[in-house]
């Protein structure tokens, strides 16, 4: 029997013995994944295995580095995959998927007995620190726009004795701006209406 008629055979009774069963997917014909504990479980982690052309001749590929293992440390990973690696030796030459799937749920406490979470670094903030950015920021909210020279010139003129400005003494830039706003609307339903419009309105 070939190796590839090998790999057929197994699959088939893989697919029989892990039907609706959620750990066990089928990545393609040669790749599979195997979560050994269930999903709330802390210790559990996932196996990923694929076969090279000569399985089971020759050892499968088997790996944890699946995102579902990152808080699994470097040392944890090695020591799993080396006692994995004396299951293999032990089985090649035979199909050997199912004896190392369950020979890993079996041995799942003893392969994760030094398991200690991996944690990400935080920098921890002070509330004094925030508190002064804070300030810091409304500090420079509250800044006010710094006028130039000439514009102070032309404020102090405008004040009387009590350095305020008298009633009304932007009311001719309003109405200036209101009549601009006047003759632009004017101008528009001239437009729309297609009526010429005189030449003395440019006066405005």
């Known amino acids: 029997m070939t190796a590839n008629e090998d790999q057929e055979m197994e699959l088939e009774a893989l697919r029989s013995i892990y039907e609706g069963d959620d750990c066990f997917k089928e990545l393609s014909p040669v790749s599979f994944q ?92 002070s509330n004094s620190d925030v508190m002064n950015n804070s300030t810091s920021v409304s500090k420079k909210k509250e800044k006010k726009e710094q006028l130039t020279k000439a514009q102070k010139r032309k404020l102090i003129g405008r004040t009387d004795n009590k350095g305020e400005l008298p009633r009304g003494w932007n009311w001719v830039d309003v109405i200036k701006h209101v009549s601009s706003l006047y003759v632009y609307n004017i101008h528009i339903e001239y437009t729309r209406y297609n009526i010429q419009w005189p030449q003395e309105a440019f006066a405005l």
């Open 34 to 125: 195997f979560r050994i504990g269930d999903l709330d479980d802390s210790k559990s982690f996932l196996l990923e295995v694929s076969w090279p052309e000569s399985y089971p001749e020759t050892a499968p590929h088997i790996s944890l580095d699946a995102f579902f293992n990152n808080r699994i440390s470097p040392e944890t990973k090695q020591y799993i995959l080396s006692k994995l690696s004396e299951q293999v030796e032990a089985n090649l030459g035979t199909a050997m998927m199912y004896t190392l799937f369950e020979w890993a749920k079996e041995n799942q406490e003893t392969l994760m007995e030094n398991y200690q979470p991996l944690t990400s670094a935080v920098t921890l903030i």
